[in-house]
């Protein structure tokens, strides 16, 4: 089944403790993408991959950190979460080949104590 | 960056009743993309239309588009209480979409 998966789902953590959101698609696409979104505000991109090895910053790229050294998986790093990244977090992915509709994970639902 | 608003913020109708959702940019677009999301859950597409297009259905869905007034409209036909959740237009830009922030469909049975 086509999918893009994302770990954990839920995650409660304090302020300072690295962490990492792991993505990952299985449909070989070549562009992948993270997002939070909050009340009020919407969906917002935080950073994106056109390729591997190829990041950049989307709206809102402060605090987080990505990597891309395979083509299925694009982890979100958190070096030091502070409680203003307590949000909704979202992987996409979509081909470039035959770019059309972005395919969305889960969610992770992050809280910062 | 906000491209998309999307309007009414909240729509509430009966089943069987139709649901129309608006959305206006501010930047020329390549397409513009429908997503629905159900409470705290990913989104999913729902439909596609591209700037040379100007209408485009897919089964209970309508969308226009309105280059010319930077605008989309997404009609849902004969609501089902199942259609409530939160539609978003999204417009790409060089590879990276950009959200409204969505309008709250409620279906009453």
């Known amino acids: 089944e086509a999918q893009v998966t994302q770990n954990p789902r839920y995650l409660i953590t304090v302020t300072g403790k690295k962490l990492t959101v792991t993505c990952s698609q299985n449909m070989n696409h070549e562009y992948m993408s993270w997002y939070r979104q909050d009340p009020g505000l919407g969906l917002r991109q935080i950073y994106y991959?056109?390729?591997?090895?190829?990041?950049d910053k989307g709206d809102v790229p402060e605090g987080y950190k990505v990597s891309r050294k395979e083509k299925r998986n694009f982890p979100l790093i958190l070096e030091s979460p502070s409680p203003n990244q307590t949000s909704l977090y979202f992987c996409?992915?979509?081909?470039?080949?035959?770019?059309?509709?972005?395919?969305f994970g889960p969610g992770t639902r992050l809280t910062v104590l | 960056s906000q491209q998309g608003e999307e309007d009414p913020q909240a729509l509430s109708i009966q089943e069987g009743e139709n649901a129309t959702m608006n959305c206006s940019y501010k930047?020329?677009?390549?397409?513009l993309q429908w997503y629905r999301q159900n409470s705290g859950r990913g989104l999913v597409h729902l439909i596609l239309i591209r700037s040379n297009e100007r209408e485009k259905h897919s089964g209970r869905l309508r969308v226009t588009l309105d280059t010319s007034k930077k605008s989309s409209s997404l009609l849902i036909t004969a609501s089902r209480a199942a259609d409530t959740a939160s539609y978003f237009c999204a417009t790409d830009e060089i590879g990276k979409l950009i959200f409204g922030q969505g309008t709250e469909l409620s279906v009453k049975p």
């Open positions: 991959s056109m390729n591997v090895e190829v990041t």
């Open positions: 930047t020329s677009i390549n397409n």
């Open positions: 996409a992915s979509t081909s470039l080949e035959v770019y059309n509709e972005q395919f």
